[in-house]
């Protein structure tokens, strides 16, 4: 059977199969993405075989697309009314709940280890979460509130603070490994231009196809051209993203930050209206790719140092988001529940892990190959976990705030 044709009937099949096993979850109340990432571990590589790991290559412009249109969804909800009506909060629950996770996890993995470059790696990954699971069970569940406002902005941008605290930790983790070998020099500096470069390409790069899709979508009549113009300018921003190596999540959320604050509402919500109901099909294909891509087989071998970081991401993760609405002064509700909402983590960690194997690789030491190991074992076995039980906590911590508007 040739490629393409092997594709496409897998692909339906995938379609046909994943809602009818979606549909089953949702009947025994659990989230439909778990279903779909259920089918995706049976097919994949940990059981039948049948998605081989080639195929998961070629069909990752699925998981780009998908991750392309959820960044732009969180960017439609990120107005700065909203923004401004949620006020300081907001910005120091971010920065809580991603500095609170890094340092748990550094602590945590240096006392169990006492090995300063692997504990700095490991807490680097913490921060980073899965925007595609929040926003799934939001969109399933058709949540609406304040803590469903909040975990918008949260899951947005603290992938951004995510990838400028990477940057400087594996900086520091390098500078750290070549002191230990004679004759290496690390360019630390060098190391920490990098990620904050790409921050601020994101926005750059984002805020300009926003202003122009914005200027271009004012001026349309029929409400089904809409979804045209925006399916045009995520590629566009996801293909400028790889591209140039920025951001792909934060890129795809400043185009739709600028539409929602350049446009009238009445037009985003046309926008919008029209994603929701292509969201639905992305997301059994993307979380069925997702579930492909796990090995299960690796669960086993993640050992303490995974049981650890669990623990210390979790602990995190829940206690800075807390801490950071109680300094905030957010809603009761936001200060409960919202770190139960942002604990999925998956492809940016994933990569980051992968970005550490190659890059200390090069270092050429025992101890830089020995960490990048144990990082891409460890992530990978443990964004399984999160994976599994984000999407759960989410859905609970919308129930109890009193913000899913139906039940099914």
């Given at each position: 059977?040739?490629p393409?044709?092997?594709?496409?009937?897998?692909?339906?099949?995938?379609?046909?199969?994943?809602?009818?096993?979606?549909?089953?979850?949702?009947?025994i109340?659990?989230?439909?993405?778990?279903?779909?990432?259920?089918?995706?571990?049976?097919?994949g590589?940990?059981?039948?075989?049948?998605?081989?790991?080639?195929?998961?290559?070629?069909?990752e412009?699925?998981?780009?697309?998908?991750?392309?249109?959820?960044?732009f969804?969180?960017?439609?909800?990120?107005?700065?009314?909203?923004?401004?009506?949620?006020?300081?909060?907001?910005?120091?629950?971010?920065?809580?709940?991603?500095?609170?996770?890094?340092?748990?996890?550094?602590?945590?993995?240096y006392?169990?280890t006492?090995?300063?470059?692997?504990?700095?790696?490991f807490?680097?990954?913490?921060?980073a979460?899965?925007?595609?699971?929040?926003?799934?069970?939001?969109?399933e569940?058709?949540?609406?509130?304040?803590?469903?406002?909040?975990?918008?902005?949260?899951?947005?941008?603290?992938?951004?603070?995510?990838?400028?605290?990477?940057?400087f930790?594996?900086?520091?983790?390098?500078?750290?490994?070549?002191s230990?070998?004679?004759?290496?020099?690390?360019?630390m500096?060098?190391?920490?231009?990098d990620?904050?470069?790409?921050?601020?390409?994101?926005?750059?790069f984002?805020?300009?196809?926003?202003?122009?899709?914005?200027?271009?979508?004012?001026?349309?009549?029929?409400?089904?051209?809409?979804?045209?113009?925006?399916?045009?300018?995520?590629?566009?921003?996801?293909?400028?993203?790889?591209?140039?190596?920025?951001?792909l999540?934060l890129?795809?959320?400043?185009?739709?930050i600028?539409?929602?604050?350049?446009?009238?509402?009445?037009?985003?919500?046309?926008?919008?209206?029209?994603?929701?109901?292509?969201?639905?099909?992305?997301?059994?294909?993307f979380?069925?790719?997702?579930?492909?891509?796990?090995?299960?087989?690796?669960?086993?071998?993640?050992?303490?140092?995974?049981f650890?970081?669990?623990?210390?991401r979790?602990?995190?993760?829940?206690g800075?988001?807390?801490?950071?609405?109680?300094?905030?002064?957010?809603d009761?509700?936001?200060?409960?529940?919202?770190?139960?909402?942002?604990?999925?983590?998956?492809?940016?960690?994933?990569g980051?892990?992968?970005?550490?194997?190659?890059?200390?690789?090069?270092?050429?030491?025992?101890h830089?190959?020995?960490?990048?190991?144990?990082?891409?074992?460890?992530?990978?076995?443990t964004?399984?976990?999160?994976?599994?039980v984000?999407?759960?906590?989410?859905?609970?911590?919308l129930?109890?705030?009193?913000?899913?508007?139906?039940?099914?």
């Open positions: 059977m040739e393409n044709e092997k594709f496409f009937i897998l692909l339906g099949l995938v379609a046909v199969a994943g809602y009818y096993i979606g549909d089953l979850a949702r009947k109340r659990l989230p439909s993405l778990l279903g779909y990432m259920l089918l995706g571990v049976l097919l590589t940990s059981f039948a075989g049948l998605v081989k790991t080639t195929d998961l290559h070629h069909l412009f699925i998981t780009e697309i998908t991750l392309g249109f959820v960044a969804m969180i960017g439609t909800e990120l107005s700065l009314v909203s923004l401004r009506r949620q006020g300081f909060g907001i910005v120091v629950i971010i920065l809580s709940e991603s500095f609170a996770a890094f340092f748990v996890v550094l602590g945590a993995v006392l169990l006492r090995d300063l470059p692997m504990a700095l790696v807490g680097a990954m913490a921060p979460s899965a925007p595609a699971g929040t926003v799934a069970v939001i969109q569940y058709r949540a609406r509130g304040s803590l469903t406002k909040a975990l918008y902005a949260v899951v947005g941008f603290d992938d951004g603070l995510a990838i400028i605290i990477f940057g930790a594996s900086a520091l983790a390098k500078h750290l490994l070549a230990e070998s004679s004759g290496i020099t690390e360019n500096l060098g190391s920490l231009v990620p904050v470069l790409e921050i601020m390409m994101s926005f750059i984002g805020g300009v196809l926003g202003f122009v899709l914005s200027f271009l979508i004012r001026r349309l009549s029929q409400e089904r051209d809409y979804f045209i113009l925006v399916f045009g300018f995520v590629l566009m921003a996801i293909g400028l993203s790889e591209r140039y190596h920025l951001s999540i890129t795809n959320m400043i185009v739709g600028v539409l929602v604050n350049t446009c009238r509402e009445s037009l985003v919500q046309k926008v919008t209206r029209q994603l929701r109901v292509t969201n639905p099909f992305l997301f059994i294909l979380f069925f790719l997702a579930g492909a891509h796990l090995n299960v087989s690796a669960l086993p071998a993640m050992g303490m140092v995974g650890v970081y669990i623990v210390g979790s602990t995190g993760l829940l800075g988001a807390y801490i950071g609405a109680v300094i905030g002064k957010s009761e509700k936001i200060k409960k529940y919202l770190g139960f909402g942002i604990l999925s983590q998956a492809g940016v960690a994933i980051l892990s992968l970005i550490v194997s190659k890059e200390f690789a090069l270092i050429g030491t025992e830089a190959d020995k960490i990048g190991i144990s990082i891409i074992t460890t992530i990978t076995a964004c399984i976990f999160f994976e599994i984000g999407p759960i906590f989410t859905k609970i911590a129930e109890r705030s009193g913000e899913i508007q139906t039940k099914e």
